[in-house]
């Protein structure tokens, strides 16, 4: 009936078992197919991108992805799980600059476009063959054959038909701003994009400048900057109207500057008098370089709200090139913007000393410079946080250029509105993190001046600039076998409908964010075709990302969704910590503590890590990520499970237990039944109350401790009752509570660990009584309403509570467990007989007196002659036990014992004799040397020896 168990549980190699059966049975399609039909539960998988091999951390957000949909499956739901890969953008393109050693795009333009994106199309689905593989390892149950892809024309048509109703809306504009730019890669990026790249302690200059008064010799406005390579591009400095300056005098020189920001002089100084901010307004100073000629009034003093002195000197170096509100001063006082650097970052020729120089490498001549020339006030470090490029790492500019725009401010009201009905899981992140950052919303920067990625689909016309947006492939005279990627697409020309003239493409590409945001619609080629099935999956009941996502992906769908449908993308959502190593670091190649998710689950297994990843922290928080704690799980959890399903399986096995033969009804059982099953009801329960909150990792302890229960609890009080000869009622109602209660555990650790409770469910239930041929093709387990007895629940409660004061009242006497006692004084109710049992049994002691109340209890401490001899076989219990083991038997297995020696051990021995041979399966004890062969050890308990020898005898 039942397989036999090995005690040595390989769960790496029953993992790859079970793989081959979920093949070869074909039970994840089979599973979707059962549930066809039934209510959906919609889950949207958020695409990785497939440009490195996967890590650990796609371990953790796939675990969690697949936990939710086996449970809702197994809840009844149908749950479609669409496979997503994001295959555009920068991610990808520098993946293969780097197997090309290019440095940029003068290297990409040299190679070829179209060769280029070729090698990059190859190296997507290099990678996307390798996320398959960790995938399928980890169990995560996800349709790889019908992926949505990116890159896809049927993919990229419907991302193109969205841009298409923002445009129709106003909300896709071409502006020119000052955006986050990186000059490796030359190209704009997005502010969500922005927040992904920050580093802390970041060092940079600290410089305080002289800039002199035209008409004022040796007077000066002090002004601040971290970025003395914007100095050249200085056109105004900017005071506050509500801010009280002051003139000082420092040896021959004079300086203006904030009153509250006195501090930062150095040396001693005389305050000359109060400056009224509105005095300042116009007057000119002498420009710090003239190497470019403004074409407007500049070198100047104006007002501006954003002046502040919490830092700095209370005056602002304003280069309206540089810095969002200096551009936008600029525009509205009328003062030019000139661009001293150009798109790589490095100085234009006309800047003379600092031609050719990249910015960064630029700032200590500068510093130099100015210094020698008697302008610079003080010039020290500062460690602060800096944008750096999110892919390929370099430090961001802040860069005013013409780009394209979607205009997300327009819609920031429904977008707080619609973050606000999301279910965040931890809640703190929807109104923290995702809230606080769309209350600062900018405009979209939505351009990409790259090669491999979604087209920008804008048209425009060479003679009269009139501009078409298009959304779909159909417009441009082209189907979806077409490739819509450069080089092919800048290509296509359409005919002015305003004028005679040709349309072309502008060059941009997309930010792959919207791509990714797009995926609700684009996966379904909405709305070209399965119109009704969108409507049906849209929005997602669940999605699940890293926290760094609430800037990416998540903002991405929100985003989107609002602007089309003024709703959510999704009602849930899985907000995971971010995987450290052990010291709190970021995993990374330069640091050199990556981990292979491949080599983990070789070594351990997958259920060891994903438990792991579901047990160790709150949702939300970060992993400290060590080996030797996954290996921890196998030792605390996974090793209880196999054991007590082992224990069960071999013994059952033996004895012939026919799990379809009449059931011992729930009221007949045995009181420790009772409690299990009733505990059971409540564990299930339990789950189902934090599965449903989004909470797995109360659902996993609340499991743990169940297993932990069921093996230290109820399988060491109730082993007896399996090992007996005779098949009573009291032993079979022990085999079907501990049979339901294994099905029913295999059932509800099936979306934790799908793998060893698959082998549990196969052994057990698989077939037998019309069950279904795979765990998870069975349904969540509901218990029997006679299983509930909260009642006797409490009471084993306060049980359990005596034995752990008795414990530790035993061990402050110093009197080990073994060791019978006479009595023991109670200050409790008095319990029922069966109980009590429990209770004399597990403290070891003969009786119980009940006195008072408020739960405290008193050992009788005297030990007498008997129940001396009865500790000391206690003790001989324990060492044969261990000879045992180490003799390799099975916990079944039958022994014969032989034993020489006289005193106490002896005599000990013979007093307990049947004690001692119920408890080690001894079919006979002899006194006298032991069989030829067998191996004899001498025991020591207490200074007393005594020689013995078990020799395994044939199963019963």
């Known amino acids: 009936m039942f397989q036999e168990v090995s005690t040595r549980a390989g769960f790496p190699e029953l993992e790859l078992e079970v793989l081959r059966f979920w093949k070869e049975r074909d039970i994840f399609h089979k599973s979707l197919k059962q549930r066809e039909g039934r209510p959906p539960f919609i889950f949207y998988e958020g695409p990785p991108t497939a ?90 149950w996800v349709d790889l054959d019908k992926a949505y892809r990116t890159l896809d024309t049927t993919y990229m048509e419907t991302v193109w038909w969205i841009l298409k109703q923002l445009w129709d ?26 927040a992904q790249g920050y580093r802390d302690d970041v060092e940079d200059p600290s410089v305080y400048v002289k800039f002199e008064l035209e008409d004022e010799p040796k007077t000066y406005f002090l002004a601040w900057t971290t970025t003395p390579w914007t100095l050249p591009g200085n056109v105004a400095l900017a005071v506050g109207l509500d801010i009280p300056y002051v003139r000082v005098r420092q040896g021959d020189e004079h300086y203006i500057l904030a009153k509250a920001r006195l501090s930062i002089l150095q040396g001693e100084y005389q305050v000359e008098g109060d400056v009224d901010a509105k005095s300042l307004l116009g007057k000119r100073y002498k420009p710090l370089y003239e190497y470019l000629v403004p074409d407007k009034p500049a070198f100047f003093v104006v007002d501006a709200d954003f002046v502040s002195t919490e830092d700095g000197t209370g005056i602002v170096h304003t280069a309206a090139a540089y810095g969002v509100d200096d551009l936008d001063l600029s525009l509205k006082k009328g003062i030019p913007v000139r661009h001293v650097i150009d798109l790589a970052g490095r100085f234009r020729p006309e800047v003379t000393p600092f031609a050719g120089l990249f910015v960064k490498k630029a700032d200590p001549k500068i510093i130099e410079d100015l210094t020698e020339r008697g302008l610079m006030y003080r010039a020290e470090t500062i460690r602060h946080t800096y944008p750096f490029c999110w892919r390929c790492g370099t430090p961001l500019l802040y860069y005013a250029l013409t780009s394209w725009f979607i205009k997300t ?71 979806v076998n077409d490739d819509l990627h450069r080089p092919y697409i800048d290509r296509v020309t359409l005919p002015c409908e305003k004028c005679d003239g040709t349309m072309r493409r502008v060059p941009d590409l997309i930010d792959v964010w919207f791509d990714s945001g797009s995926m609700p619609m684009a996966q379904y080629h909405y709305p070209f075709e399965n119109q009704e099935l969108f409507k049906e999956r849209f929005p997602a009941d669940f999605i699940a990302e890293g926290l760094d996502q609430t800037r990416g992906w998540f903002f991405s769908l929100l985003a989107i969704g609002t602007m089309l449908f003024d709703q959510p993308a999704f009602k849930n959502v899985i907000v995971n910590g971010t995987v450290l190593d052990k010291q709190g670091r970021k995993m990374s190649k330069s640091l050199k503590n990556s981990v292979d998710p491949m080599e983990v689950m070789s070594k351990f297994g997958a259920h060891a890590t994903r438990w792991y990843f579901f047990s160790a922290v709150a949702i939300g928080n970060d992993y400290r990520f060590d080996l030797p704690a996954v290996q921890d799980v196998i030792r605390r959890f ?96 022990a085999y079907q509570t501990l049979y339901q209660v294994l099905v029913s555990l295999a059932q509800l650790l099936a979306p934790f660990m799908p793998f060893v409770s698959e082998t549990i469910y196969q052994n ?49 006497a110093g009197i080990k467990v073994r060791q019978p006692l006479l009595a023991v004084t109670i200050a409790e109710k008095q319990l029922n007989p069966e109980l009590e049992s429990i209770l004399l049994e597990e403290l070891n002691i003969k009786a119980a007196r009940y006195q008072g109340e408020g739960g405290s209890l008193t050992l009788d401490t005297e030990i007498s002659p008997e129940l ?26 039958r022994i014969r014992l032989y034993y020489e020696g006289d005193g106490i051990l002896a005599e000990a021995l013979e007093r307990w004799r049947d004690y001692i041979a119920t408890e080690t399966l001894a079919v006979a004890i002899a006194r006298g040397g032991a069989p030829n062969g067998a191996s004899v050890e001498t025991l020591q308990i207490e200074g007393h020896s005594l020689r013995v020898s078990v020799v395994r005898v044939a199963s019963h």
Not at 169 to 194: A, I, M, N, W
Request: aromatic share 10%; hydrophobic share 40%.
């Open 51 to 140: 440009n490195n091999p996967p890590g650990i951390h796609h371990v953790l957000s796939r675990a969690l992805k697949d936990l939710f949909p086996r449970y809702k499956t197994m809840r009844g739901y149908y749950v479609e799980r669409k496979a997503g890969w994001d295959t555009h953008g920068l991610p990808v393109e520098i993946e293969v600059e780097k197997q090309l050693k290019f440095t940029g795009k003068q290297d990409i333009e040299k190679f070829g476009v179209e060769a280029f994106n070729k090698l990059c199309r190859e190296s997507v689905f290099k990678y996307i063959d390798q996320f398959a593989e960790v995938t399928e390892r980890m169990g995560y």
């Open 169 to 194: 809306k106003g909300l896709l504009y071409q502006g020119f701003k000052v955006v986050p730019y990186c000059p490796r890669d030359q190209t704009p990026l997005s502010s969500h994009e922005l």
């Open 409 to 479: 401010t327009a819609v920031k009201d429904q977008l707080l509105r619609n973050n606000g009905v999301v279910n965040w899981v931890p809640s703190h992140v929807g109104p923290g993190r995702m809230g606080n950052w769309l209350e600062t919303l900018v405009d979209w920067s939505l351009s990409r001046w790259r090669y491999w990625g979604t087209p920008l689909p804008v048209w425009v016309c060479e003679k009269c600039d009139e501009s078409r947006c298009i959304g779909s492939v159909a417009e441009l005279g082209l189907t």
């Open 638 to 733: 996974m090793l209880i499970l196999w054991n007590t399903y082992g224990f069960f399986a071999n013994y059952a096995r033996l004895d012939g237990f026919d799990p379809e033969g009449a059931a011992v009804p729930i009221r007949d059982r045995a009181l420790l039944d009772r409690w299990l099953l009733a505990e059971l009801a409540v564990t299930i329960a339990d789950v189902e109350k934090a599965m449903e909150a989004y909470d797995p990792p109360t659902a996993a302890r609340r499991l743990e401790g169940f297993v932990l229960d069921l093996s230290t609890w109820y399988v060491r009080r109730s082993r007896r009752r399996f090992w007996k000869s005779e098949s009573d009622a009291d032993k079979r109602s």
């Open 764 to 812: 057990l239930a698989a077939g037998k009584g019309g069950q279904p041929e795979s765990v998870h093709l069975s349904d969540w387990p509901v218990p029997a309403a006679d299983w509930r007895d909260d009642e006797l629940r409490k009471q084993m409660s306060v049980v359990r509570r005596l034995v752990a004061t008795g414990l530790a009242a035993r061990n402050t």
């Open 868 to 893: 001396k001899l009865e500790g000391l076989a206690r003790d001989l219990v324990r060492k044969i036990q261990e000879l045992r083991k180490q003799s390799g038997f099975a916990v079944e297995d």
